[in-house]
């Protein structure tokens, strides 16, 4: 069965605490990438992957962190300095030829802080 | 950097009716698009792409056009069906970048 899997699918964070997302893929993909989402916001890109150990930060960076210690794996840390954190977050995978590029996504973490 | 706007925000059909949705783009660059469906709570699926040595691509209900020149392509549903209801995104991008995606549109079809 391959895919991307996302976990915890609902999290619930106190303000002050960080939270790690976790993202994993099978699908061998080389770039991986972290999206947020708000209701009428479309899909916001955080930070992205190309290859193992090096990610670019994306428009809305501020008050998150990554990792990109194996292909497989890109967690996504909410730390306490991002203002306005529940959101639903959305990690893709994508091979990077030029003709598959084809961008798969997970199924989703809703974060909700109390 | 990509700038993509998507229109409408909201398009509501009866059951059989056709459907589309149309997105702009601002790099001469992006050579790329596709379209998403997200249905509530999941995350979006790719429902058909296409990419810019092409004008149109179809596949059964669903098709896409591009037109270079202009900046915009259109996602066209024919005889909708109440399992079509959802949000739609568009996306574009240079082979290799992130995409960058509109803002959504939510579909509802009425039987």
């Known amino acids: 069965d391959g895919g991307i899997t996302q976990s915890p699918k609902y999290l619930f964070r106190k303000e002050g605490q960080n939270v790690t997302l976790s993202c994993e893929q099978n699908?061998?993909?080389?770039?991986m990438y972290w999206y947020r989402q708000d209701p009428g916001q479309g899909l916001r890109l955080i930070y992205y992957?190309?290859?193992?150990?090096?990610?670019q930060k994306g428009d809305i960076a501020e008050g998150y962190s990554v990792s990109r210690e194996k292909k497989e794996s890109f967690p996504l840390t909410v730390t306490s300095a991002q203002k306005n954190p529940t959101a639903f977050y959305l990690c893709?995978?994508?091979?990077?030829?030029?003709?598959?590029?084809?961008?798969?996504f997970g199924p989703g973490t809703r974060l909700t802080v109390l | 950097g990509e700038n993509v706007e998507q229109h409408p925000s909201t398009l509501s059909v009866q059951e059989g009716d056709s459907a589309v949705i149309k997105c702009t783009y601002s790099?001469?660059?992006?050579?790329?698009f596709p379209w998403y469906k997200q249905e509530l709570g999941k995350g979006p699926q790719l429902i058909i792409d296409?990419?810019?040595?092409?004008g149109e691509k179809k596949d059964q209900r669903i098709a896409v056009t591009l037109n270079k020149t202009a900046k915009h392509f259109s996602l066209h549903i024919t005889e909708t069906q109440p399992e079509d209801s959802a949000v739609y995104f568009c996306?574009?991008?240079?082979?290799?970048?992130?995409?960058?995606f509109g803002k959504g549109t939510t579909l509802s079809v009425s039987s």
């Open positions: 893709a995978s994508r091979s990077q030829g030029i003709s598959t590029d084809t961008q798969y």
């Open positions: 699908l061998n993909h080389d770039a």
């Open positions: 992957s190309q290859i193992v150990n090096d990610f």
């Open positions: 790099d001469s660059a992006s050579n790329y």
């Open positions: 296409i990419r810019s040595n092409v």
């Open positions: 996306a574009a991008a240079e082979a290799g970048t992130a995409l960058i």
